[in-house]
């Protein structure tokens, strides 16, 4: 079984395919796999995961992903909830967690229409802001329209919210299916 540190060795290394994840974009992408409105194939999202067909890859990676994919699932339905992605440090010591949220986005942009609901119910859709906190056009300029000389400060306290918004999200979903199962009397 590959450890994490090998995982993210082979998606860095010229073994992998050139298009596929690193460790913490996917790491944002399985848990935006695992905090989707409906369930995602695997047979869907590993390759876009990957950047390959997954009989390119090699097992224990396919494994590692799985166990990492798994751990993210119990992870949030634990009691408490357990999120810890996978950010990034830089040398200064601070968190960079804009892999990490391109990756989650990644993932809703399988099912955007789907995602409407949260982003439109307005009640939670403001738990998907640490995320687009972390996004920048091309310019480096926030899509959100936050000033750059306070963008690293805003940068840092989105990083900080992102484990309890993933959290928020996940109930969100798993209370809104609940209402689309439970029939009405």
């Known amino acids: 079984m590959l450890s994490l ?41 590993v390759p876009m995961a990957l950047g390959a067909s997954p009989d390119v890859i090699p097992d224990d990676v396919l494994e590692a992903i799985t166990m990492m994919y798994g751990d993210i699932c119990v992870g949030l339905t634990s009691e408490p909830p357990e999120v810890e992605p996978i950010f990034w440090e830089a040398k200064e010591g601070h968190v960079i967690a804009m892999d990490w949220c391109e990756g989650f986005m990644q993932a809703i942009s399988l099912r955007p229409k789907e ?32 000033p750059q000389e306070k963008l690293d400060q805003s940068l840092d306290k989105a990083a900080q919210d992102i484990p309890t918004a993933i959290v928020g999200i996940h109930r969100f979903w798993r209370e809104h299916t609940k209402e689309l199962t439970v029939p009405s009397e």
């Open 115 to 146: 995602w409407l609901r949260l982003t439109e119910s307005g009640t939670h859709g403001f738990l998907i802001t640490p995320i687009l906190t972390h996004l920048l056009d091309e310019n480096g300029n926030s899509v959100l329209g936050i």
């Open 5 to 45: 540190q090998d995982l993210d060795e082979y998606l860095s290394s010229d073994a992998s395919p050139a298009h596929c994840m690193m460790l913490s974009d996917l790491d944002g992408f399985l848990h935006g796999i695992a905090c989707s409105p409906v369930m995602i194939p695997a047979q869907e999202w």
